[in-house]
């Protein structure tokens, strides 16, 4: 018998019929005409070389192939419908790893409510954390990387995202920055000491691009890797630390930072946040479930 001839319809067909021992009953029970139904007995007929069910006095009665069928065919529907229609994804008895890449700011803002989530829920996902930087989008490609949680200018066509939010950029000083009580013009912005973060894909990439607009630049003075080592840095000596202004008001008054409104005359595209993944793993039960946590993790 070869699979490309049956129309997996007919199974249907076929599991009412050797059910019921009924053409009508069996029509009815798939909702459709009797007519119809009496089509595909024939066409199982010939599919199987047996008349898998023959009439004997005033009842139907199975021919032994239709026996056979019989025993066999719930089970294989059952198969057949597992390959079809994935089940219930549950997460209490799953174990598997995945990789996630994330900006410094957003494993900060996400891990705590995740990791509590996922011990009470899904103790056997194991979680492996990877800093985020645009090379990433290759790693989600090759399956390196399995979920981003980053900032971008726009998701490519073959990865699949969720906004998280957006927002525009501010300034972040100490309250001892001889800057710290006056509105900062282009002249103080450009002249004065900036801190930068090297690490974690790039978060102001905009600002400088809006300065060289006006044939301007920032006097980049240190670059530290991660975000908080500049916000401790910040909190100590005078210099400017410029980020999306969601960060600097989440993470900016724990280390006694003011927030200042960058220059007039600096318009900017507000910065976007992401979560992120590869096309692939779209219909993945797992992976679903994972991201879903991840955007009520970051909600909260």
């Known amino acids: 018998m070869e699979l490309a001839r049956i129309n997996l319809n007919l199974l249907i067909s076929l599991y009412y019929l ?7 009953a069996a029509a009815t029970a798939q909702h459709i005409s009797q007519p119809a139904m009496s089509r595909n007995l024939h066409q199982l007929r010939e599919i199987f070389n047996d008349q898998l069910m023959v009439r004997v006095g005033n009842s139907m009665h199975l021919t032994p192939r239709g026996e056979q069928l019989w025993l066999q065919l719930p089970e294989a529907l059952n198969h057949l419908e597992s390959l079809l229609i994935p089940g219930q994804f549950e997460p209490a008895g799953y174990i598997g790893e995945f990789n996630i890449a994330t900006t410094d700011f957003i494993t900060h ?3 705590p409510p995740l990791i509590a989530a996922l011990q009470q829920d899904a103790p056997g996902i194991s979680l492996h954390f990877h800093l985020w930087h645009p090379g990433m989008m290759e790693s989600l490609r090759q399956g390196r990387m399995d979920l981003a949680a980053c900032i971008l200018d726009s998701v490519p066509d073959d990865i699949y995202g969720k906004q998280l939010g957006s927002g525009g950029y501010s300034c972040l000083i100490n309250r001892h920055h001889p800057l710290a009580d006056q509105p900062l013009t282009l002249s103080d912005y450009t002249h004065a000491d900036h801190i930068g973060i090297s690490a974690g894909g790039d978060k102001i990439r905009a600002v400088d691009e809006a300065l060289q607009t006006l044939n301007q630049q920032r006097n980049m003075k240190l670059t530290v890797p991660f975000i908080h080592s500049a916000m401790a840095i910040t909190s100590k000596a005078n210099y400017i630390l410029t980020l999306p202004t969601r960060i600097a008001e989440h993470l900016g008054p724990e280390y006694g930072l003011k927030i200042k409104p960058l220059p007039q005359q600096l318009t900017l595209p507000a ?25 009520h993790s970051l909600s909260e």
């Open 271 to 295: 910065s976007q946040y992401y979560l992120i993944w590869h096309q692939r793993l779209q219909g993945d039960p797992a992976h679903r479930y994972l991201r879903e946590r991840m955007l």
């Open 18 to 24: 050797l059910h019921s021992k009924s053409v009508t």
């Open 109 to 111: 803002d996400l891990m």
